[in-house]
């Protein structure tokens, strides 16, 4: 799918992606269940400084984000993964 929405401060990428037409599945929205894991193409999604349960060090360095808690910084380019 192919959307793009204009970034705004605080905003996730699970709304960012609805202002574009785009769906991300969600379960928990909270960081804990993964359902939210998106793929980081290009951009800036900054991670917490611990890491949530929904994520680890493997799919980080393969560019993983959580949707549901991830807020790009600047313009980004995400590929929304088939949820778990
Ligand atoms: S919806 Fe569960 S980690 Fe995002």
Do not use: H, W, Y
Not at 8 to 32: M, R
Not at 49 to 65: I, K, N, S, W
């Amino acid at each position: 799918m192919l959307g793009q929405a204009t970034v705004q401060a605080d905003f996730t990428l699970v709304e960012l992606a609805e202002d574009a037409g785009v769906s991300i599945p969600t379960n928990c929205s909270s960081g804990t269940c993964g359902t939210c894991m998106v793929t980081l193409v290009s951009g800036d999604v900054p991670l917490p400084e611990v890491l949530p349960p929904g994520l680890d060090e493997d799919v980080v360095e393969d560019g993983a984000r959580l949707g549901c808690i991830g807020c790009p910084k600047g313009d980004v380019d995400i590929d929304v993964r088939p949820p778990l």
